[in-house]
């Protein structure tokens, strides 16, 4: 299933990165559900803006000993969010880690591009792929210590400090720079990997097969995308609602969408990293997350399945 997992946003990212998505046929109703549209793809050389804060100061000892860790706090029109984790021993930076998760889930952002699915070489005629960069800046912190003095060439984020890295840089100095401020963190409690489950059936009531797909790094959620197909629509479940074609809002009165739902569920456990915490009633729904009203026991029980 990780095969197909993987094969999935390999079509998906390479449509996206060339030519974008398109739109499909009818489907099939559901009263219950809500969601958002699958990851969207990072062009190479997204913008961004550049780091606007400096290196916390460290004690005459160096930092404090630990692991630290930060993300972005959502996911960019890209579809990749930034994650940063590196390690202090003796007061010193011996480690660092700059990796991204999708919003689809999936394997993280090195692993991606490792394996070639990335392409900026390919595609955008970069030096480099994005591992190979990304591995630059983080030696670049490590000899360093810190990003003090660093140049930022323009307002995407970009750098002529740090020799063959043409990637903009400005999300991974600040991640770090917010991860030293906020001290060490430690590695959360799930292992690190890419995870995915999925109905056995599809539902007859409304002939969705949901699935769920979990990226973890340093032992924290990192992405969860929550989703479905139907035999009725090329479309995916977030697609479908995402292009009006679900109707909770109109048919049903909802509050939002199902995609819009769907990725209130998904935040809520990427920052309460418990779900469990996603507490079930007799309806299947949920009084724990606000903004969310449609039916969320499957998306628990696959969770669970996944992580399992």
């Known amino acids: 299933m990780r095969k197909l997992l993987s094969l999935i946003m390999v079509v998906a990212m390479t449509a996206a990165l060339l030519i974008g998505c398109g739109g499909q046929s009818a489907a099939p109703a559901e009263n219950t559900t809500s969601n958002e549209t699958p990851a969207a793809t990072e062009t190479p050389a997204a913008t961004e803006t550049p780091a606007a804060t400096e290196t916390p100061a460290a004690t005459a000892e160096g930092y404090a000993d630990g692991i630290y860790f930060a993300q972005d706090a959502a996911f960019p029109e890209s579809g990749w969010k930034s994650v940063v984790t590196f390690e202090v021993k003796d007061g010193k930076i011996v480690s660092a880690d700059w990796n991204g998760a999708n919003v689809a889930g999936g394997v993280d952002k090195k692993t991606f591009s490792s394996e070639g699915n990335y392409g900026m070489v390919a595609k955008a005629g970069a030096q480099a792929e994005w591992h190979e960069q990304a591995a630059k800046a983080e030696q670049y912190l490590i000899d360093n210590q810190s990003f003090d003095g660093i140049n930022f060439t323009d307002d995407e984020g970009h750098t002529d400090t740090i020799a063959g890295v043409s990637i903009h840089v400005s999300d991974f100095v600040n991640l770090v720079n917010e991860a030293l401020a906020n001290g060490p963190a430690g590695k959360g409690p ?44 090329d479309k995916d479940k977030k697609t479908y609602a995402k292009d009006g074609e679900y109707g909770m809002v109109a048919n049903g009165g909802a509050s939002a969408e199902w995609d819009v739902q769907a990725a209130t569920v998904e935040n809520f456990l990427i920052q309460t990293q418990d779900v469990d915490a996603i507490t079930i009633n007799a309806e299947g729904k949920t009084d724990a997350i606000t903004g969310a009203t449609i039916h969320v026991s499957n998306f628990v029980k696959l969770v669970k399945e996944a992580l399992q």
């Open 190 to 233: 799930f292992t690190d990997g890419s995870y995915f489950a999925e109905d056995a059936d599809f539902d007859p009531s409304n002939g969705w097969k949901e699935n769920v797909s979990i990226t973890v790094i340093n032992g924290y959620i990192v992405a969860a995308s929550w989703n479905g197909t139907s035999e009725a629509t």
